[in-house]
Nanobody
């Protein structure tokens, strides 16, 4: 059973950088044909995909957040991290990490999120 656990500060001040870590157990973040994502859900709103990192360390980000987002990994700890800079109160959300795997990189329809962390509340406030 793959398990993901988010950790990091629950309160961040405006203009500072939000930093979260996802610790993975039961599966390797270097596994091929999987990507490891960060997703958030602001209060009263739907899920918003932030970005992902794949086995090689390559990343992809939401166009709306790309300029402020950095996802990295530490393979020795089986962890991947999110850094979101220049935060504002509208960045307040429950942040979750999740895994998605598929049969191949090109078969888009085969990809599905199968494991999620419990989510962690991050509030941006002075």
């Amino acid at each position: 059973q793959v398990q993901l656990q988010e950790s990091g500060p629950g309160l961040v001040k405006p203009s500072q950088t939000l930093s979260l870590t996802c610790t993975v157990s039961g599966g390797s973040i270097t596994t091929n044909y999987c990507h490891w994502s960060w997703i958030r859900q602001p209060p009263g709103k739907g899920l918003e995909w932030i970005g992902y990192i794949v086995y090689s360390g390559s990343t992809s980000y939401s166009p709306s957040l790309k300029s402020r987002t950095s996802i990295s990994r530490d393979t020795s700890k089986n962890q991947f991290t999110l850094q979101l800079s220049s935060v504002t109160p509208e960045d307040t959300a429950v942040y979750s990490c999740a895994r998605a795997c598929g049969s191949s990189w090109s078969d888009w329809s085969s990809w599905k999120y199968d494991y999620w962390g419990q989510g962690t509340q991050v509030t941006v406030s002075s």
